[in-house]
């Protein structure tokens, strides 16, 4: 079978390898991968700027497949299935997993980051991370894993009805968070850089307030929410000064939920932060239940997958196509398609 590898920053290299066999171990199933989504690791490992990253390394973490065999003991799936792959998993039960938190255990691994992913033809992995449903289409599976994403974030910012959200970033990331927050019946107002992202989000999301984050933020805020500021703020644009930046946007009171990162220091002004009382936390990656919880809201139509979608790639074309993914304007969310 074929295998597609990022060798060291910057190159690829295609593999053949032999295909696994359909002698599994317990709890284990044979997966043919349909379509990959094109995550911002993996463009960020292909510059060689991902933390937490070594070289060679199968890229690939958001993924539809589909199930080839499995293991005896397997119940949650059947051959033939369609399934969204949950990319997290725990091999050691740490104190964070033991507590329910196992999207940020301790040892925690990532395909595609930590472990080989899925940009190959086919690959084994614990049936117990599958969610199936033939009721998606395959690039509506590849998209759960990134919807996933801005869904626990929104989790972790406890939003309410009557609070106002601002989502700092308009990528794909960005714009599941806005979906989410609206869901929750909340007031969101989106903020970039770049006015076309903006104009793109609108477009998605139906949001109304869009803010360009090189004007004047906290007086266009303030007139907009007239005095007021937002009380919930979900950066996802890993960018440090867009980071800092929302300890100055944020209302006495209010959530800063950071959903990006970047290598380095998060410094902010003490007395400014003690003074507003505010709350931050951290989201790291979904739980096993936004998986299927996305799939239910897709098939009622309340979250519109297939929008995000605007480049496509076939897997025989990465190595020659994928770096120009970073010159595409108007690129949200590409799709690599075997």
Not at 34 to 39: E, F, L, S, W
């Amino acid at each position: 079978m074929k295998v597609v590898r990022l060798k060291q920053p910057g190159e690829w290299e295609t593999l053949e390898i032999a295909q696994p066999t359909t002698n599994l171990a317990s709890g284990q199933a044979l997966l043919k991968v349909k379509k990959i989504g094109v995550c911002g690791t993996d463009l960020h490992a292909f510059k060689g700027q991902q933390p937490f990253f070594s070289y060679p390394k199968i890229l690939g973490h958001e993924l539809a497949v589909e199930v080839v065999a499995i293991a005896k003991d397997v119940t949650n799936v059947k051959v033939g299935d369609k399934c969204s792959v949950e990319p997290y998993y725990n091999n050691v039960v740490g104190q964070a997993v033991k507590r329910g938190k196992t999207n940020c255990g301790e040892h925690l691994q990532v395909l595609g980051v930590h472990v080989d992913g899925g940009m190959q033809e086919y690959f084994v992995y614990p049936a117990e991370f599958l969610h199936a449903t033939n009721s998606l289409t395959d690039d509506q599976l590849a998209m759960i894993e990134p919807l996933a994403i801005g869904c626990h974030a929104v989790d972790r910012a406890a939003i309410q009805e009557d609070d106002i959200v601002l989502v700092i970033g308009a990528g794909p990331i960005g714009l599941g968070t806005i979906q989410f927050a609206q869901l929750k019946g909340a007031r969101v107002i989106a903020m970039d850089i770049d006015d076309a992202k903006l104009e793109q989000c609108k477009k998605i999301t139906k949001v109304k307030d869009t803010i360009n984050v090189l004007g004047n933020v906290e007086e266009e805020l303030q007139t907009l929410l007239n005095g007021d500021l937002p009380t919930v703020i979900l950066d996802a644009t890993g960018n440090s000064t867009s980071m800092m930046n929302t300890f100055k946007y944020a209302a006495a009171g209010g959530t800063i939920v950071f959903i990006g990162l970047f290598m380095g220091d998060v410094v902010f002004h003490d007395p400014s932060f003690h003074k507003k009382e505010l709350t931050l936390k951290a989201s790291r990656a979904a739980m096993g239940s936004d998986f299927g919880r996305i799939i239910r809201l897709i098939e009622a139509g309340k979250i519109d997958a297939h929008s995000f979608i605007t480049h496509r790639i076939s897997f025989d074309a990465v190595p020659t196509e994928f770096e120009k993914l970073y010159k595409e304007k108007n690129l949200i969310k590409a799709i690599i398609e075997l």
